[in-house]
């Protein structure tokens, strides 16, 4: 765990020398540090050397839409990786338009934490291509990211291609009350939903107990899991 170092794209790059002799290195945490997009073309560029890495956590590193693209594109090299950390990074719809190419490629992956951003509708889109048909995803963290209904939309129809996805966080976004259909539909859809967090959002209350009521119905459906809402 190299969290809170003051490490900048100078010391990412002669860490990462040493990187690419530990191929057996299974987690690699980074995080508050100020890597920038530099520092994370480095790490992109060893990679490929971490075929057992499985937790890789960047958040709060000033990584911007050209170093989430370049380490998107080396991400499928790490054929075991399951959880990636990006929160608090300034990271755009440029940059996932290249992480929701990669993201069917990467099939191990099981856990995306992108919260504070700035990935919008058009940020949101691009990560919902990328959950095509047996999508792995069991955690989607994209809390405080400037989302709308026409973003949530897009989301809520790519979802039921992730049946596994057990926690989902939109916390703190801008969506609205013709929002709601989409996400009780995905209450009725994903059998192993247990959390969902929408507090914060633009809800009126009439629509907020229509989802507590959705919540309460599926616990009477067989294969169904309880879930916990954050409304």
Request: negative net charge.
């Amino acid at each position: 765990d190299l969290r809170e170092n003051l490490f900048e794209a100078k010391d990412m790059e002669i860490l990462a020398k040493g990187l690419q002799h530990s191929s057996n290195l299974q987690s690699l945490g980074i995080s508050f540090n100020k890597l920038g997009c530099g520092g994370t073309t480095f790490l992109a560029a060893i990679l490929h050397h971490l075929t057992e890495l499985k937790e890789l956590w960047l958040h709060d590193n000033q990584i911007g839409d050209t170093g989430i693209a370049n380490l998107a594109q080396q991400l499928q090299y790490c054929p075991k990786l399951e959880e990636l950390g990006l929160a608090t990074n300034s990271i755009g719809h440029k940059g996932t338009a290249v992480l929701g190419d990669i993201l069917p490629l990467c099939r191990s992956l099981r856990r995306i934490r992108f919260k504070s951003n700035q990935l919008g509708d058009e940020g949101i889109a691009n990560l919902a291509r990328g959950m095509k048909e047996n999508c792995p995803l069991e955690v989607l963290g994209v809390s405080h990211n400037q989302i709308g209904c026409r973003g949530a939309a897009i989301l809520f129809r790519a979802l039921p291609h992730c049946a596994g996805l057990q926690q989902l966080w939109l916390v703190g976004n801008e969506l609205a009350d013709e929002c709601i259909d989409g996400a009780i539909e995905l209450l009725q859809t994903l059998k192993c939903l247990k959390e969902l967090g929408l507090r914060g959002n633009r809800l009126t209350e009439n629509n907020t107990e229509r989802i507590q009521e959705a919540a309460r119905e599926r616990q009477s459906q067989n294969g169904f899991s309880n879930v916990t809402l954050y409304l």
